[in-house]
């Protein structure tokens, strides 16, 4: 049974920083690419960073670059998402993801993941 558990979420002020964790179980972790996605209330689900399989590439929505960090730890099978500035509008429910490398679509397209976790809130207030 695969699980993808996040946590790492709370309440913060602008210009905080949290760093969200999201553990796998139940598929072998270094052979899925990993994602992070959000969706804020009324909204769509949206890509947030994207990493490979060992970590050696990543990839952000333009909205957090610079700001975000994606990493990894095959070791312990858990992805990390570093978030610091925070601003209100980041304010939504922060869910991973996994894929396999080699399906087609594009990284930013939840279609792309297969397996989901359950999500975890990130409330940034003024």
């Known amino acids: 049974q695969v699980q993808l558990v996040e946590s790492g979420g709370g309440s913060v002020q602008a210009g905080a920083s949290l760093k969200l964790s999201c553990a796998v179980s139940g598929l072998t972790f270094s052979t899925y690419v990993m994602g992070w996605f959000r969706q804020a209330p009324g909204k769509d689900r949206e890509f947030v960073a994207y990493?490979?399989?060992?970590?050696?590439?990543?990839e952000y929505a333009d909205f957090v670059k610079g700001r975000f960090t994606i990493s990894r730890d095959n070791a312990k099978n858990t992805v990390y998402l570093q978030m610091n500035s925070l601003k209100p509008e980041d304010t939504a429910v922060y869910y991973c993801?996994?894929?396999?490398?080699?399906?087609?679509?594009?990284?930013?397209?939840?279609?792309?993941?297969?397996?989901w976790g359950q999500g975890t809130q990130v409330t940034v207030s003024s």
């Open positions: 993801a996994s894929a396999l490398a080699f399906t087609i679509e594009p990284i930013n397209s939840p279609q792309k993941y297969r397996y």
């Open positions: 990493i490979t399989r060992n970590g050696d590439g990543t």
